[in-house]
């Protein structure tokens, strides 16, 4: 584990960032509100196609619930770098035709986008209702991609999931922390790891989780590009 007198010499150089973070965290907390009442689990259910996915354009996008979680709350956890296929449904193109745009499908999720959307909105709901009864193990199995499965979590839960969702990412965190994990841990895990250091840690207990977050890539900077691996 890092020493404890580095560590402590890196939590005072990043009060003074952590400080004026905590009033960025003001705004970006109420646009979060913002999207739980647009996207209650109340509400999931009756989601249509078009509130719910990305479209041909921006205009088209920006009240969707993937373009909220992509685009406007990104800075409270990135997803881009990975193709629109994490969501599940998109209306695009694809590189085989790229002149042509409608529903693209990930397989898993079904043939048709009526099935797959369905079963994507089911697939949120029950991730919504385990994390509620933390219930890991259903997270686990839960069919979203990991990156999308991530950023829904920490959204609804910012006061028990991590907002870093690359795996690249955490391992660099746990190694930079010299934490202990085996090479089979999952994201889910590996999340948990730096969670729990964070917990037990007297000054940082007392942080948010964005706060901790924030703290890891200002004090240890991100891994490399050629280290990084696109996730879908």
């Not at 209650?40 to 969707?64: H, M, R, T, V, W």
């Not at 991730?127 to 609804?156: H, M, P, V």
Request: with cysteine; charged share 35%.
């Amino acid at each position: 584990m890092i020493n404890i007198d580095d560590l402590r010499i890196k939590q005072a150089e990043f009060e003074g960032t952590r400080q004026e973070f905590k009033k960025e965290l003001v705004k970006l907390e109420e646009k979060r509100q913002k999207f739980l009442k647009l996207f209650s689990k109340e509400k999931l259910s009756n989601l249509k196609i078009e509130n719910y996915a990305l479209q041909k354009g921006e205009a088209e996008s920006k009240n969707s619930f993937c373009y909220w979680l992509e685009n406007e709350l990104k800075e409270l956890g990135n997803i881009h770098g990975a193709t629109a296929r994490k969501f599940g449904i998109y209306f695009g193109v694809s590189k085989s035709e790229p002149d042509s745009y409608k529903w693209r499908v990930t397989s898993r999720f079904g043939g048709s986008k009526e099935e797959a959307f369905n079963n994507i909105k089911s697939a949120i709901i029950s991730l919504l209702n385990s994390a509620e009864n933390n219930n890991i193990q259903d997270i686990r199995k839960n069919s979203l991609s990991n990156l999308f499965k991530g950023k829904i979590l920490s959204t609804y839960f910012p006061d028990k999931f991590l907002n870093i969702f690359d795996d690249k990412h955490l391992e660099y965190f746990l190694d930079k922390l010299d934490l202990v994990y085996d090479d089979s841990d999952d994201e889910i895990s590996k999340r948990e790891i730096l969670i729990n250091f964070k917990n037990k840690d007297k000054i940082m207990s007392k942080w948010k989780i964005y706060e901790f977050s924030e703290f890891l890539y200002d004090s240890f900077g991100r891994p490399s590009k050629k280290e990084e691996a696109p996730q879908e």
